[in-house]
C-alpha cells in the first residue's frame, strides 16, 4: 500500500509539473521607451492611433513660472531674503517622469519638423509640453510650453526631455 500511495504522488507531482509548467513564459515588463519615427510610422499604419498612449518625460523638469498675478509674500530675516513656501509653490511646476501626459495635437506639416503637444495636469494646472522631431537622434525633444494658457520658452544648462512611452518592448 504505500508503494502504491508513494507511485501515486509521483505521478500527481508529474502531472502538475506538466500542466502547470507549460505556456507559463514570464511575463514581460514594461519599460519607458522613446518616441521615434518608426514607432510614430508603425502607428499611423495600424487601427491604433497616437492619443490611445500615455506620454512621459524622460527625466523630470521644474518650469519657473513669472505670473504677474501672484503677488509675492516675503520677509527679510537674518539679512536673508525669505519667499513664503506658498508663492515659491505657485511660481514653479514640477513634472516627474510618472506624469502621464495625453495626446493634444500631432503636427506633420512638413518633413523634419513633426511636432506632439502633450498635456499635462500638474498641481492644478494645464500644462501643453510641445516636443519637436530630432532627425539626428530619431526622438522628440522639449522645446516648449504652455501653462494655463500661457506659452513658455525652454531653456536649460543640460538636455531638455524627451518623449517616452510605455512598452514592453525593450530597446536597451
Known amino acids: 500500500m504505500k508503494k502504491r500511495n508513494f507511485i501515486f504522488v509521483i505521478f500527481i507531482c508529474i502531472l502538475?509539473?506538466?500542466v502547470f509548467g507549460?505556456?507559463?513564459t514570464p511575463a514581460r515588463q514594461i519599460h519607458r521607451i522613446s518616441v521615434?519615427?518608426?514607432?510614430?510610422?508603425m502607428l499611423f499604419k495600424s487601427d491604433n492611433n497616437l492619443s490611445e498612449l500615455f506620454y512621459f518625460l524622460s527625466s523630470p523638469l521644474t518650469i519657473i513660472i513669472n505670473d504677474e498675478n501672484i503677488n509675492p509674500t516675503f520677509n527679510i530675516n537674518n539679512g536673508n531674503l525669505l519667499f513664503s513656501d506658498q508663492y515659491l509653490d505657485s511660481m514653479k511646476v514640477d513634472l516627474t517622469v510618472n506624469h502621464a501626459g495625453k495626446?493634444?495635437?500631432y503636427n506633420d506639416t512638413?518633413?523634419?519638423?513633426e511636432?506632439?503637444?502633450i498635456i499635462f495636469t500638474v498641481q492644478n494646472k494645464f500644462v501643453t509640453l510641445k516636443f519637436k522631431r530630432n532627425t539626428s537622434e530619431n526622438c522628440?525633444?522639449?522645446f516648449s510650453a504652455i501653462i494655463n494658457g500661457r506659452p513658455y520658452t525652454?531653456?536649460?544648462?543640460?538636455n531638455l526631455p524627451q518623449l517616452m512611452i510605455s512598452s514592453n518592448f525593450d530597446l536597451r
Open 103 to 105: 495626446l493634444h495635437i
Open 22 to 24: 507549460q505556456g507559463t
Open 154 to 158: 525652454l531653456s536649460s544648462e543640460s
Open 16 to 18: 502538475a509539473s506538466n
Open 36 to 41: 521615434n519615427w518608426e514607432i510614430v510610422n
Open 110 to 113: 512638413q518633413a523634419g519638423s
Open 140 to 142: 522628440f525633444d522639449l
Open 115 to 117: 511636432i506632439f503637444e
